[in-house]
């Protein structure tokens, strides 16, 4: 049976470098995409909790709702991935340090 030989510091940072650019760096929409949803779900929650409309419930009203509660329900969910992919991001900037 073969043993592996230990790596080079050089050839160590180069295999983390290229994970963060292969798997953390394509992931990075999640942070745009998660302000933009941020904005639609607050402003959608000010618009429907502070401010009465004046004719009544209209289709645009409609419209906004369903776009803030769609918005809302997706709040956690990008929450979690951007939390997670921060951590592998510190995770793998410690292991360069290494």
Do not use: W
């Amino acid at each position: 049976m073969r043993h592996l030989q230990p790596t080079s510091p050089k050839l160590r940072r180069a295999m983390i470098e290229r994970a963060t650019r292969r798997a953390i760096e394509p992931l990075n929409i999640l942070n745009d995409l998660a302000v933009v949803t941020f904005i639609v779900s607050a402003t959608g929650f000010v618009r429907f909790q502070y401010f009465d409309p004046l004719d009544g419930f209209t289709l645009l009203s409609a419209a906004q709702l369903i776009i803030t509660t769609i918005a809302m329900a997706f709040v956690p969910f990008f929450f979690g991935a951007i939390l997670t992919l921060e951590l592998a991001r510190r995770r793998l900037e410690a292991m360069t340090e290494c």
